[in-house]
């Protein structure tokens, strides 16, 4: 199935043309960027969390710790709300009330189960690494039995989601087209810096392509 | 009072040394970035928007359209909590498990109020347009009264607010510094491109300064 059918909540209520709902577009957000924001209730009031994730076909991976009492709590499978926001740009119109920001969003409903097994709990975090720095899991010291212990591995599906896009330039009113002021775009994007040895590097290791080259491809 | 004393839920209960919540720490976040999430409960669930968003003083401004069910949701005074993310870099240890994130972010939970005076929601939506683009307000058209009525201006209190920062070099286990991999951070930060010029520009304007050399002040 090429789109994911929109359910009452995945449905682009407001600006219904930024509405998107084919998988490639929603996973082309998903694997460009790599922090979400999980948003949840406890006790009747909403909670945040900012989190490194990664896509695994058609679910989403995340991780934290055993002592987390909120991670613990999502590992529960209660209800969450899942937003991945990549942000292009600012859109300057000729009208204060039409300026606007060119962004992709994607958005998840669903409730997040736990990874309970250490093999798949190895292969979900060699996944995660992957995602946010590839090259970089082969380099490191693997997880030991005890970190893993203390890893909870939390996998989402992606069966509701949906993504709201705005791309291009202002849209203004018809009659302001006539004043004398720029319009336009200001693209934005995030880059990485050169890399910083950690000062305790005890030899004078090389900076692997991974780290010194680092950029996210641009997806969509 | 320099200092937010932290409430049950502003507390940061993880990794308690990074939790801060003297006011300057808060406000330098918010004031650096103009994007955050906003979550909330709607029949039982969680929902969260993206959005821009301004400082002034000891409350935060956002805006929306009248047309939204879930602006008019927050209008209404539901509790919210609104995250502010700051992603400065990927550090990378020695091993897997003590791969993490440098970041500063803020979150502030609270009930938002709606802004009703015509006078109060320009003064508020002039705040949000000179937060996120410097020098915009004054160049374009200003806001009719019929654009005032169908935008929703919201204030949120500061009262409830912590931040929490992770910077600096990864963290090993003390036999792994021993490991001959490379181990540091790759410094991440989002900037502005050369603006794009709106097609449907009739006169040959300049582009101005503000949005040629758009950048965020660095704060903390």
Same mark, same amino acid.
């Given at each position: 199935m090429k789109s994911i059918a929109p359910t009452e909540r995945t449905k682009v209520q407001r600006l219904p043309q930024r509405g998107e709902y084919d998988r490639e577009t929603i996973y082309a957000?998903?694997?460009?960027?790599?922090?979400?924001?999980?948003g949840f209730v406890i006790d009747g009031e909403p909670v945040m969390i900012p989190t490194g994730y990664a896509r695994d076909g058609d679910r989403l991976i995340v991780h934290g710790s055993q002592a987390s009492r909120l991670m613990r709590n999502l590992a529960e499978g209660v209800p969450v709300c899942v937003t991945v926001t990549i942000l292009d740009g600012l859109v300057l119109a /000729?009208?204060?009330f039409h300026h606007?920001?060119?962004y992709r969003s994607a958005v998840i409903f669903g409730r997040a189960h736990c990874i309970e097994s250490a093999e798949e709990k190895t292969e979900a975090l060699r996944l995660l690494s992957e995602h946010i720095v590839p090259g970089r899991w082969d380099d490191v010291r693997q997880p030991t039995p005890d970190e893993l212990k203390v890893t909870l591995v939390l996998s989402l599906s992606l069966a509701e989601a949906s993504a709201k896009? /705005?791309?291009g330039p202002p849209v203004d009113d018809r009659d302001d087209y006539d004043l004398a002021v720029w319009a336009g775009e200001v693209p934005l994007e995030t880059i990485a810096r050169a890399p910083i040895a950690d000062p305790q590097l005890?030899?004078?290791?090389?900076?692997?392509?991974?780290?010194?080259n680092y950029r996210r491809p641009k997806k969509s």
């Open positions: 957000i998903l694997d460009e960027a790599f922090v979400c924001h999980i /000729r009208s204060a606007s920001m060119n896009i /705005r791309r005890k030899s004078p290791a090389e900076v692997p392509a991974y780290a010194r």
